[in-house]
């Protein structure tokens, strides 16, 4: 795949349809790599005439590690946040919205439509926030506007979200089972199998997790974009599971409610996940709202 040079970071990126198709930029969620956003997501999206864009955040995958700036303690973050307290990431989800523009400079793209999941809802909304000049549109899926309120998964996912999974693959294989199996769609639970073979992909294409506790304190350091979000002038499409237990459906509520125009879909037996049942309904709403904005 190829990779972006910015300023201070690469970021590994993949672009897939017509260059004459309207852009979509998908942004992945908390430690996942660009291949959680499924081949066949983002073939229905390409079927529908977008151009797909996808890519590692910063800190994850094949994209650039910024290990010099340390390792915070996920328990101390969590404490400091629930008291009230300054947490200081080693870099902010802002910083992470500059990349995706960044990624657009790097690409000659003006504008595109914005998609992000989970943590790439929360950088996706503040793309839109920083950058609306390159926003052609929003899509916050799986995501919230505020951490502290909306934010925090029920305290069995929590506990499973901070366990460490070791260092061996067949580890990190079994961790991977109960947690994605924990936070998944009920609706459409994927086989042991299907999530072995997921973990393994990950971990083949990119064993090192270093990154993985800078991504969460600049999550949990985040403050309530709702002040901002009401200030956006641009189509906004939210999507939420009723089923999510890791950010509950009450954060997408709130986030539809937060955006001035935005469409709300909760959709019925989804979790915290992208499965094969809602991948064609969830391509559908943004390929309607590109194409309206483009129409």
């Not at 910015?6 to 992945?28: A, Q």
């Not at 994850?60 to 629930?82: E, N, V, W, Y």
């Not at 709300?264 to 915290?272: F, Y």
Request: glycine share 8%.
């Amino acid at each position: 795949m190829p990779r972006a040079q910015l300023d201070n970071l690469h970021l590994e990126y993949e672009v897939l349809g017509d260059p004459d198709d309207p852009p979509v930029v998908l942004i992945m969620g908390f430690g996942m790599q660009l291949i959680a956003w499924p081949d066949p997501f983002c073939d229905q999206l390409i079927e529908r005439g977008l151009r797909v864009i996808r890519f590692d955040n910063r800190d994850i995958g094949l994209s650039s590690r910024l290990k010099h700036l340390g390792q915070p303690r996920p328990g101390a973050l969590i404490a400091r946040r629930s008291l009230g307290l300054p947490v200081n990431p080693p870099y902010p989800l802002s910083a992470m919205a500059d990349d995706t523009v960044g990624l657009l400079d790097y690409l000659a793209i003006p504008r595109a439509h914005i998609v992000g999941a989970s943590m790439g809802g929360m950088i996706a909304q503040l793309v839109a926030i920083r950058r609306p000049d390159r926003a052609a549109s929003l899509c916050s899926m799986m995501s919230t506007t505020d951490q502290l309120r909306y934010g925090w998964p029920r305290p069995d996912i929590m506990r499973l979200m901070l366990h460490s999974p070791g260092p061996t693959l067949e580890e990190r294989i079994r961790h991977g089972v109960r947690f994605w199996r924990a936070i998944g769609s009920p609706g459409d639970v994927p086989s042991e199998d299907e999530v072995r073979e997921l973990v393994t992909a990950f971990y083949r294409r990119s064993s090192d997790l270093s990154g993985f506790w800078r991504q969460f304190a600049a999550i949990v350091a985040e403050k309530s974009r709702v002040p901002l979000l009401r200030r956006l002038r641009l189509p906004a499409l939210v999507i939420h599971g009723d089923s999510d237990p890791l950010i509950r459906p009450a954060a997408g509520v709130a986030t539809a409610h937060a955006i001035p125009g935005a469409a709300l879909h909760i959709l019925p037996g989804m979790g915290h996940d992208l499965r094969p049942t809602y991948q064609p309904r969830i391509a559908e709403l943004i390929a309607d709202q590109v194409h309206a904005g483009h129409g």
